[in-house]
């Protein structure tokens, strides 16, 4: 039987709201959906770049505490309130994916705090990124 891991930020939002950043099922790693707060101190940049590029850190450090990377990611789901801000945050997002070539979805939607303009979600699975990576065209 594979025990599941919860993996905590310290994120306020996990304790009021119940959840984890990430939960490890055997080899899969499901990261919730990340906005760019700043844990640490729990501000955001009104900026949505800066607030994709801190997205994209804190989901890092939930990967890395699964014992994987983001070569490993399968599959990302972006969810923006504004559709204008998507194409400003692409080459982060590219500098990030580029060489992984995860199935992405992006969704325009509300989020649950008027400073948030980006959220990212990821599934991962450990190990897949260790192979070498075959384009189709």
Known sequence: MTQR????S????EERIG???AVV???WVHV????????ADMTISEDVVEQAEQCLRNIGDALEKAGCSFADVVRVRYLLPEREDFEPCWPVLRACFGDVRPAATMLVCGLADPRMKIEIEVYARRGSGDGALSLID
């Open 32 to 39: 919730s959906g990340t906005t760019g707060f700043d844990y």
């Open 5 to 8: 891991q919860a993996i905590l």
């Open 10 to 13: 310290g994120s306020v939002f």
């Open 25 to 27: 099922d055997g080899d």
């Open 19 to 21: 959840y984890a950043r």
